[in-house]
């Protein structure tokens, strides 16, 4: 008797697509990942829809309205294990900025008519609604960690990801630190590694795609960024980019906000 292949569901909530796309991207990767699994549920990629229940549940995009909210449970009671990618969907992505405002004062700025516009006060991530077996970051994430999370989860191990800073990375191809020699800002210290440190490869600061690394030490980095002459605002600004309401890096921001005097 043949053996049932493992169905896999791709859902996008909230975001560009960018992470979809990646998987898309790994064209000879993905052909040998499909000989293996049934995609079964994948719209950027095909109109064909196979009923769940799905074994592994890849979710793209944050949760910004109710509709969003409901259907992240559907999804979570469909799905075996649930993996979120990218930054949208592991801390809310760049559009969790609005966090940090008032959305009806945006609403009312960008929109004719403001009040068609349905939407949450907040954009946050899946993990804040249902539980997730395991997240990957990266804005997008990185396409060959895509493939190993799914052969990980296939062969029932354990995904292996790093968690150590962008400064690995950046020693390993070996790049001169921008902030040290340059005295260029950098978020590569206090930031995961994934993407082979390619702003820093050439000579730009990194920008944390990849959110916050393990124990990051925010408070050392901003001390150092205010020696180099940026400002408090310019500082916090850096944390709150796409990855602005990750634990580590919102904490940051919020402890840079204007004292009262």
């Known amino acids: 008797m043949a053996r049932r292949k493992p169905k896999l569901a791709v859902w996008k909530f909230a975001s560009c697509d960018g992470c979809q796309l990646s998987l898309l991207d790994c064209e000879d990767e993905l052909l ?3 000989g293996e699994i049934e995609i079964a549920n994948f719209p950027e990629a095909s109109r064909a829809v196979v009923a769940g229940p799905y074994d592994i549940s890849l ?3 944050s949760v910004t309205t109710e509709h969003d909210a409901a259907r992240i449970q559907e ?4 799905s075996k294990v649930l993996i979120t990618i990218g930054a949208c969907a592991t801390a809310g992505g760049i559009q969790a ?3 940090f ?3 009806k004062e945006f609403t009312s700025v960008v929109y004719a008519h403001p009040e068609y516009i349905s939407t949450l006060d907040q954009s946050t991530p899946i993990g804040a609604h249902v539980t997730v077996d395991f997240e990957l970051r990266g804005c997008p994430v990185n396409k060959m960690q895509l493939i190993e999370v799914l052969n990980a989860f296939l062969n029932g191990r354990r995904p292996n990801t790093p968690h150590h800073s962008v400064c ?3 020693k390993t191809r070996g790049n001169v630190c921008v902030m040290v020699a340059a005295g260029t800002p950098c978020l590569g210290p206090v930031t995961q590694a994934g993407c082979g440190a390619i702003c820093p490869s050439y000579h730009r600061g990194c920008y944390a795609c990849f959110g916050p690394a393990e124990t990051p030490n925010t408070a050392s980095l901003s001390d150092w960024w ?3 002459g940026v400002s408090r605002p310019q500082i916090q600004q850096a944390y709150r980019g796409f990855n602005a309401w990750s634990g580590n890096f919102r904490q940051a921001g919020d402890q840079l906000e204007p004292k009262d005097d």
Not at 75 to 78: F, I, K, L, Q
């Open 168 to 170: 690995f990375e950046c």
């Open 75 to 78: 999804v979570r009671a469909s």
């Open 97 to 99: 900025l609005r966090n």
């Open 226 to 228: 205010a020696r180099l």
């Open 32 to 34: 040998a990942v499909a």
């Open 101 to 103: 405002a008032d959305v």
């Open 59 to 61: 979710v793209e995009g």
